[in-house]
């Protein structure tokens, strides 16, 4: 998820929407505005340490409506709310998000190519400034400037089964 919006003249609505998210006691992850289907849509990601339920959404869905009703925050006349967890593939929106998942797996795309990529797979090490440093499964560290990055989101990974092995022990065979 990118924050265009926010560079298209949108800032103040996502500012607006970020602060109601924040005063409902929800962390505000993101939101964005895109054409989806050929109607526009207004999604917005909240989370919380405990996770988030539909009753989570549907709380912070009818108190942003009420919110835009009232004001006139320049969006389309006819648009669409829709009010989620951000998932376990969560997007990474701020560099702050890429220090907080340092150490996790990540896919992250670029606005120009790095060694001949434009997505890279791999493992956030550690931001320093404002860049991320990367480890790519196929091609190593990168040191990646943070305003080259277009796209962030975690990925998830299913952990691997553990092969169970009875040492010492033998079966008792049934007679």
Do not use: W
Not at 38 to 51: F, N, P
Not at 156 to 164: A, G, S
């Amino acid at each position: 998820m990118t924050m265009e919006n926010e560079r298209a003249g949108l800032y103040g609505v996502h500012k607006e929407i970020k602060d109601l998210v924040e005063r409902s006691g929800y962390e505000y992850v993101g939101s964005e505005l895109i054409q989806e289907e050929g109607r526009h849509v207004l999604r917005v990601y909240i989370d919380s340490l405990g996770g988030i339920n539909v009753r989570d959404c549907e709380t912070v869905s009818r108190r942003l409506s009420r919110m835009l009703d009232e004001s006139d925050p320049g969006l389309p006349e006819k648009y669409f709310l829709q009010v989620s967890s951000p998932g376990v593939e969560r997007p990474l929106i701020r560099i702050s998000d890429y220090e907080r998942f340092s150490g996790k797996r990540a896919k992250i795309r670029l606005k120009n190519e790095v060694s001949g990529k434009k997505s890279l797979t791999g493992s956030i090490l550690a931001v320093k400034g404002d860049s991320i440093d990367f480890d790519d499964d196929d091609d190593g560290l990168f040191n990646i400037e943070f305003v080259e990055i277009l796209k962030g989101n975690l990925l998830f990974d299913l952990p691997v089964p553990q092969k169970h092995v009875n040492k010492g022990k033998k079966k008792r065979r049934q007679q």
